[in-house]
Nanobody, 124 residues
Framework: QVQLAESGGGLAQTGGSLRLSCAAS????????VAWFRQRPGEEREFVAA????????EYADSVNGRFTISRDDSKNIVYLQMSSLKPEDTAVYYC?????????????????WGQGTQVTVSS
């Protein structure tokens, strides 16, 4: 099992930017499919973005497409989520999710590994 730790959350203004990091430990990260999810208070966790282990397949939720960018640096065992043009509705706890199986598995949130989450708050 790989352990995941998110960081980089905080407070941003509307239109601002934040970069989240998902650091992996316990196993090499370069064979894992990785996704970001988010959860607003009182709502279900929702898919944000995903990147395949080779970084040749990337998928975004419609709500963030064009504003967020997912990337990975396997030399550092880190996956990033660059968030730009932030909106108040982006306020949520953001979770890193990874699995060594299929890409669709992490897109659908059915993988084995989750981080503890990092809070992102966007003020209007």
């Amino acid at each position: 099992q790989v352990q995941l730790a998110e960081s980089g959350g905080g407070l941003a203004q509307t239109g601002g930017s934040l970069r989240l990091s998902c650091a992996a430990s316990g196993q090499p990260f370069n064979t894992y499919e990785v996704a970001w999810f988010r959860q607003r208070p009182g709502e279900e966790r929702e898919f944000v973005a995903a990147i395949s282990w080779r970084a040749n397949v990337i998928e975004y939720a419609d709500s963030v497409n064009g504003r967020f960018t997912i990337s990975r640096d396997d030399s550092k065992n880190i996956v990033y989520l660059q968030m730009s043009s932030l909106k108040p509705e982006d306020t949520a706890v953001y979770y890193c999710h990874a699995d060594a199986g299929f890409f669709r598995t992490v897109v659908e949130g059915r993988g084995k590994n989750w981080g503890q989450g990092t809070q992102v708050t966007v003020s209007s």
